[in-house]
Every structure is written in C-alpha cells, then in structure tokens.
C-alpha cells in the first residue's frame, strides 16, 4: 500500500513541457558575497564551477583572475563572478538524497535503506547541509518533511516510508524497461521542478542503479521517439544548469549485475536530433553533464554520498558573455580552466543556446517505440 501523501502531482511528459528558465531566489547572504556585480543580460550564461584537490576537498581562495572559461573552444569574458562557502552561508548548498523505489532491484533495498540510515547517523545525526529525502516511485515522487540538518529525525521520517519497489528483470520485457524509463524521468522532472525554487545550489543525489539504458532500441527509433529524446535532453540540460542544480548518481553496484560503466560510451555531447538516442537519457550521463559525478561504490553507498557531500564545501559562480547561437537548439560545450597546480575543476558539460522545442505534442516517448530488446 502506498502512502497517499504526495508532495508532487505526476508531472506533464517532459516533451510536451517546453524549455523555460527557472531562477532561484537570491538570499541576503548570497548577495553580499558576490565579488564582481553579475550584469543582467540575455546573453549571459551563469554556471557553478568546483574546484578540488587531489583527494576531492574543496579548494577555497581561488579568484576571477584564476579561471578561463572556454565556449566551444574559444576563452569568453566574464562578466560576473562570486566565490560561495557553505560554512559562511546557510542557504548556499541544499542537498536532496532521493530513494530509488521504480529500479532498485530487491536484493539491495534493504542494503541501501540500511547505508541510508547510516548516513543520517553519522556525527550524531548532525549533517553538515539543509537535506531533504525523497523515494521516486511508479506513481510519483514522495517527499518527507521538508529539509532539515537534524539526521535522526529525518531517519524516523526514512523508516517509516512503506515499501513500493516495483519488481525488476528482464522478464518484464521491453515495454516494462520503457515504463521505468518515462517513470524515472518524470520523477526527476518532479524533483528538479521543485528544486529549482529553493535558493543556493542544490545537490540532487539518486541512489539506485539508474534506469533502463534502451540500448538496443536504436535502429527502430523513429523522427518523432528522436525528437522527445532531444527536447528531455536540451530541457533538463539547461534546467539543472539554470537552477544550480548538479546530479549525482550513487550506483549501489553488485557483482553479477550488467556493466555499470556502459554509460560512458554515451558521455559525448548530443548536437542534432538524429543522434539522440535513449542512453544519451541515462541517470549516470545526465550527472555527469550537470555537474556532478556518476558513483559506483558497490555496497559503501555511505562512501559514495560522502564523495559526493565534498562538492557541497565551496563552489564559484562564474558568469560570461555568450556568444550570439546561428541557431535554435545549438550545443554549446564548457570547459574551464585554472593555471592553479593540483587543482581540478568541473562544471557543466554545456548548454543549448536559444532553446526550441520540436515536434510539439507528436514527440513519442519511450513505451511507443518497437521492442528490439533491452539493456
């Protein structure tokens, strides 16, 4: 039995929703730590930049003048710049850690509860950032109690959210893998929606094995199934980066199970709609655009979310002027740069420039396509 307290309605289908540009609330706090006034212009791209030492830990310090920031391989200007530290200002990182009941496979859910409940003990229950616990489901996204940094509340909260796991193999066929696929992606429309209100960047960790990759089902995909991919993919791109939004992918992986690396075959950047296949929507691939990072730690998932959390120390705010698209729809990759030795950054892989939706309500979503087999 479900419980019937649902924070979100089942949204739209992602392809009938058009590209809009989401802005979080700026707090008092946020804005006083700005170094370089962010000049409003409707060229100006803004994106979250994190940078980190050799052992993961946020590099605190660094300034304007320690950034290039490259657009489709040519340096920009920047026009703005702030550096954020969470241990300064309450509201700048908040951090969602969502409970994969649609693809989770029965051997692991109590394995993964149990890892989730370690987390929240952790220190005493005290966590270090405003975090908030959500379980996306066949029906929709359920959300307890709102955030909070009090962990053993929150595990009282975790323990008591009934079980709703939906059977997973490979027995339920292509159309079944389907379903979990339009399931996953309208949870994670949910979430995002919801998110990209919240003020400061928002760190959204989904602990599952991510959903089907449809791999196989390339060569049946017609105009209409590549243009509902395109449109998921060039909305949730510039969504998550319009809102602060960075994806983690904390793959509670065991042995047996298919490769968990399969994803990064799909990691370059899809420019036209002839090549937007269904794995280019993998939960691994979308993290790893948005900012964040793809985790297979196996049965540590507590290590996996702690890698994850060093994201959540210190971050930068960088924004630029970007250059006028030819265009609708035009991929613009990222890529930023410091001269700083032992310092790695990552941001976003980029954003689609002057965004259009195609196909309108004919788009095909994936329980339509033909069923060739499954990944």
């Known amino acids: ?56 830990h946020p590099v605190r310090g660094l300034g304007l003048q320690d950034f290039t920031v490259l657009d489709n391989g040519q340096a920009v200007k920047l026009t703005g710049f702030r550096a954020v530290d969470s241990s300064t200002d309450p509201d700048a990182v908040r951090v969602v850690l969502v409970f994969d009941e649609i693809n989770n496979d029965l051997s692991v859910v109590a394995r993964v509860r149990e890892q989730m409940g370690e987390f929240l003990k952790q220190d005493g229950g005290k966590l270090g950032y405003p975090t908030a616990i959500a379980a996306m489901t066949e029906t929709g996204v359920q959300m307890m109690n709102g955030y909070s940094q009090d962990g053993n509340v929150m595990l009282a909260s975790f323990q008591k959210l009934p ?55 390339g060569v049946e995909e017609t105009d209409r199934q590549l243009e509902w991919n395109f449109n998921t993919i060039v909305r949730l791109t510039n969504i998550m980066r319009e809102s602060h939004i960075a994806l983690y992918s904390v793959d509670p992986f065991f042995l047996g199970r298919t490769d968990p690396f399969y994803y990064q075959g799909y990691l370059k950047p899809v420019k036209k709609v002839n090549q937007a296949e269904y794995p280019y929507l993998a939960q691994q691939v979308l993290a790893e655009h948005s900012g964040g990072r793809a985790l297979t730690e196996g049965t540590d998932i507590v290590g996996g979310i702690n890698t994850a959390l060093h994201d959540a120390g210190a971050y ?51 329980s339509k396509v033909p069923a060739p087999g499954i990944r």
């Open 1 to 56: 039995m479900r419980s019937p307290g649902w924070l979100f309605r089942p949204a739209a289908s992602l392809l009938l929703v058009a590209p809009t540009v989401l802005f979080a609330p700026r707090s008092q706090a946020q804005a006083a730590g700005a170094e370089q006034p962010q000049t409003v212009q409707p060229n100006n791209i803004t994106i979250d930049v994190v940078a980190s030492d050799k052992l993961g």
């Open 163 to 217: 079980s709703s796991i939906r059977l997973v193999g490979r027995d339920a066929g292509f159309y079944g893998a389907a379903e979990r696929v339009e399931d996953s992606l309208r949870c994670l429309d949910q979430v995002i929606s919801y998110e990209a209100a919240q003020p400061g960047r928002k760190l959204v960790l989904i602990v599952g094995p991510g959903w089907p990759m449809l791999s196989f089902a």
């Open 316 to 366: 930068y705010e960088l924004t630029f002027e970007a250059p006028a698209p030819d265009k609708a729809n035009e991929f613009h990759a990222l890529q930023v740069k410091t001269d700083k030795p032992g310092v790695t950054v990552r941001t976003n892989a980029g954003y689609y420039a002057q965004p259009e939706p195609l196909g309108g309500k004919k788009t095909t979503p994936p």
